[in-house]
T-cell receptor, first 118, second 112 residues
Framework: GAVVSQHPSWVICKSGTSVKIECRSLDFQATTMFWYRQFPKQSLMLMATSNEGSKATYEQGVEKDKFLINHASLTLSTLTVTSAHPEDSSFYIC??????????????FGPGTRLTVL | GQNIDQPTEMTATEGAIVQINCTYQTSGFNGLFWYQQHAGEAPTFLSYNVLDGLEEKGRFSSFLSRSKGYSYLLLKELQMKDSASYLCAVRDPPYNTDKLIFGTGTRLQVFP
């Protein structure tokens, strides 16, 4: 159980284009999902908290107009990187916690999406 | 401020025991997690501590002392496949009950 998928696993795009990344909880419902970014040899940095049916909560320094988050259902959240630039190249990872797990609220991570902007 | 410290790198020998320490200073505390992350892959959940003491799960154990702001992950009978980064993360509840703050991670290399 507790499987989270991400699509695509990797993407290469031209500067100025937009890229959409999907995060799905496969065998559980997740009212809340999280989006992280990880640069090489660094730890995970939380970008935003995605809430089903409401606006995402962005961390300080993360541009909400550049990183659009839509949490349309209890099993799907999407992150769209708009007008991508080379400095947006990174490893993007989503996580989700099972709505039924109110004790530990363990976050389970997707396999990540490696974005390269040329 | 929020601060979680871990050693950057550690090395150990196959079959040995290694202890990875984590100290934290956060505005709130609602549990500490350990994750394993192999290069280029997403983190996988290892353990969770919210009360003081030791939690054992097979070859891995995790300890927590809330008064000292300290945790460690103990790996026994090391195997080559244990070479990975180990991330300590604290759940900080003030604004979001699920928000995790991650340490920089400890890169463990296991040698034959």
């Amino acid at each position: 159980g507790a499987v989270v998928s991400q699509h695509p696993s990797w993407v290469i795009c031209k500067s100025g284009t937009s890229v959409k990344i999907e995060c799905r909880s496969l065998d559980f419902q997740a009212t809340t999902m999280f989006w992280y970014r990880q640069f090489p040899k660094q730890s995970l940095m939380l970008m935003a908290t995605s809430n089903e049916g409401s606006k995402a909560t962005y961390e300080q320094g993360v541009e909400k107009d550049k990183f659009l988050i839509n949490h349309a259902s209890l099993t799907l959240s999407t992150l769209t990187v708009t007008s991508a630039h080379p400095e947006d190249s990174s490893f993007y990872i989503c996580s989700a916690s099972d709505d039924r797990d109110r004790f530990t609220d363990t976050q389970y991570f997707g396999p990540g999406t490696r974005l390269t902007v040329l | 401020g929020q601060n979680i410290d871990q050693p950057t790198e550690m090395t150990a020998t196959e079959g040995a025991i290694v202890q990875i320490n984590c100290t934290y200073q956060t505005s709130g505390f609602n549990g500490l997690f350990w994750y394993q992350q192999h290069a280029g892959e997403a983190p996988t959940f290892l353990s969770y501590n919210v009360l003081d003491g030791l939690e054992e799960k097979g070859r891995f154990s995790s300890f927590l002392s809330r008064s000292k702001g300290y945790s460690y992950l103990l790996l026994k009978e090391l195997q080559m496949k244990d070479s990975a980064s180990y991330l300590c993360a604290v759940r900080d509840p003030p604004y979001n009950t699920d928000k995790l703050i991650f340490g920089t991670g400890t890169r463990l290399q296991v040698f034959p």
